[in-house]
C-alpha cells in the first residue's frame, strides 16, 4: 500500500481526547489532526517525536489532516491508523502472502455472523466452505524485546470476537483470528495479559476450541506499507 498523496513529516506536541493530536510540521505550521486510533497507544508515541500524517483537502472535513505513522519510544515506526489493517490484510490475501489462507474463490468484507450481533472482517469462499477471519492491528512494543502484544487496552469487544469465532470453529467451520503487526522490528506477538486478562483467556479458550491463530507483520517506511512475512504467535 502506497501513501498516496505522500505522507508529510512532523513532530507530536500532544494526543488529547482520544482522538485528536497536536503536532507541527516541519515547516513549523501548527495543526491538530484526527487520530484514528481507538486504543492507548501504549509504548506507541513519544511527544516531541516524529509523526507522519495525511493530509486532507477536503473542506467538509473539521480537521486538516489524520495520523498514520508515529514514532515510539523504543525508536520503531509503528502505522497507527488501525483502518489500514484491513485494507493490508485484503491486499496480503489477494496477492497471497498470507499462504495458509491462499486457495478461495470469493472475498465479501463485513459480514455479518454470529450470536452476539458481530461483523467478521472477511468472509473467504472456498470450493468446500467458508473461513471467517477477524483482523486485530497490533501497536504494542516493548524495550529490549522483539515481541509485541495485544491488546494495548481492555477490549471487551475483542474478547466478543474471539467467542464468537470459537462458537464457529466448534460448529466445524474455519475461524481466523489474524494480527496484522503494524510496527517494526518484531518477530513474534502474545497476547498481552498483564493489560487484558480476560482477553487473553478468550484467546486461549478461541485456540483450544479449534480457532486457527495467524500473524503477519509489515514493511513500514513512510512511503509505503505492506504485509511481508509471518510471525511466530506466543501463548
Not at 131 to 152: C, H, I, M, N, Q
Amino acid at each position: 500500500m502506497q501513501f498516496i498523496p505522500s505522507l508529510e513529516e512532523g513532530r507530536l506536541l500532544k494526543r488529547y481526547k482520544r482522538f485528536l493530536a497536536d503536532i507541527e510540521t516541519m515547516s513549523g505550521e501548527l495543526l491538530t489532526i484526527h487520530c484514528p486510533n481507538t486504543g492507548s497507544m501504549l509504548n506507541c508515541m513519544v511527544e516531541g517525536g516524529q509523526v507522519w500524517f495525511s493530509r486532507s483537502n477536503d473542506p467538509k472535513r473539521k480537521l486538516p489532516g489524520t495520523w498514520e505513522i508515529s514514532e515510539t519510544p523504543q525508536g520503531r515506526l509503528a502505522c497507527v491508523n488501525t483502518g489500514r489493517a484491513n485494507r493490508l490484510v485484503e491486499e496480503a490475501l489477494l496477492s497471497g502472502v498470507i499462504s495458509e489462507l491462499n486457495g478461495f474463490t470469493a472475498l465479501k468484507r463485513e459480514v455479518a455472523y454470529g450470536q452476539e450481533n458481530s461483523r467478521i472482517d472477511f468472509r473467504l469462499e472456498y470450493p468446500d466452505g467458508f473461513a471467517f477471519v477477524e483482523v486485530k492491528s497490533v501497536t504494542l512494543g516493548f524495550d529490549g524485546t522483539r515481541v509485541a502484544a495485544f491488546p494495548d487496552a481492555v477490549t471487551q469487544r475483542g474478547a466478543k470476537h474471539l467467542r464468537e469465532l470459537a462458537s464457529l470453529a466448534r460448529e466445524g467451520v474455519r475461524a481466523v483470528q489474524l494480527y496484522c503487526v503494524n510496527l517494526t522490528g518484531i518477530d513474534a506477538v502474545r497476547p498481552a495479559e498483564e493489560i487484558d486478562p480476560g482477553y487473553a483467556a478468550a484467546l486461549r479458550e478461541a485456540l483450544a476450541s479449534g480457532v486457527q491463530v495467524l500473524a503477519y507483520g509489515v514493511n513500514l517506511t513512510s512511503d509505503a506499507v505492506v504485509i511481508d512475512r509471518r510471525l511466530d504467535v506466543i501463548l
